[in-house]
Each structure stands twice: as C-alpha cells, then as structure tokens.
C-alpha cells in the first residue's frame, strides 16, 4: 500500500489554496485510495477536515471516520508540541481505519 501524507493547517475556516492546487493536479494518483485526516488549528482543523473529505470523496478516494483534532492552544507553547495522552489510542484508531479501509480495496 502506498501512503501519502499531507499536513495543512486550517487558513481562514478552510483549506490552504496552494496545496488544494496541489492536490488538484496531482489527484488522479491518488484515485481510489484511502485516507485519513489530521487537523490543527484554533479548532482542531475541523473545518478544513470536512471540507478535505468533499475534496477527496470526488477523487473517489475513500475516508475513514477517525480523525485527529490537535489545539494549536493547548497542545503547542514555545517549547514545542505536546500532545494529550489520548493521542496515542487516537492515532492508533486512525492509522488502524486506514490500514483495514486499504485492505478492502485492494
């Protein structure tokens, strides 16, 4: 299975235009794949998440339910990020959605 991994931040309630260009034309690549999201932001990047899951759905790449949403106000200071303990069971969550998702495609 291949992988590809795309962090972006939440920019206006939305998703970064240059890597939504980005996305646009290298998407045929990525065409019936499974994905999943982890957000940042004032709000976890959830807004930027749901507006990701319509972009893919029409790559017809398929998303899985779990999803990371990381504070920029709690989880990152000056001394770097530190995520919450329940990150940990969240990622493995996410991570195991894929994998499973994968499989059923292939």
Not at 8 to 11: D, G
Not at 75 to 78: H, I, L, Q, R, V
Not at 84 to 87: F, G, M, S
């Given at each position: 299975m291949r992988w590809v991994r795309v962090r972006?931040?939440?920019?206006n309630h939305g998703v970064p235009g240059a890597?939504?260009?980005?996305?646009?034309?290298?998407?045929s690549e990525w065409v019936g794949k499974p994905i999943g999201f982890v957000g940042y932001g004032s709000a976890g990047g959830v807004r930027a998440v749901e507006q990701w899951r319509q972009i893919v759905g029409n790559l017809?790449?398929?998303d899985v339910r779990a999803?990371?949403?990381i504070s920029l106000f709690t989880?990152?200071?000056?001394e770097g990020f530190t995520p919450?303990?329940?990150?940990v069971e969240e990622i493995t969550t996410l991570l195991g959605q894929?994998?499973?998702?994968?499989?059923?495609?292939a």
């Open positions: 972006a931040p939440e920019y890597l939504k260009n980005a996305v646009d034309v290298l998407g017809s790449m398929v999803q990371l949403e989880e990152f200071s000056e919450n303990e329940r990150r894929v994998v499973e998702m994968g499989k059923k495609l």
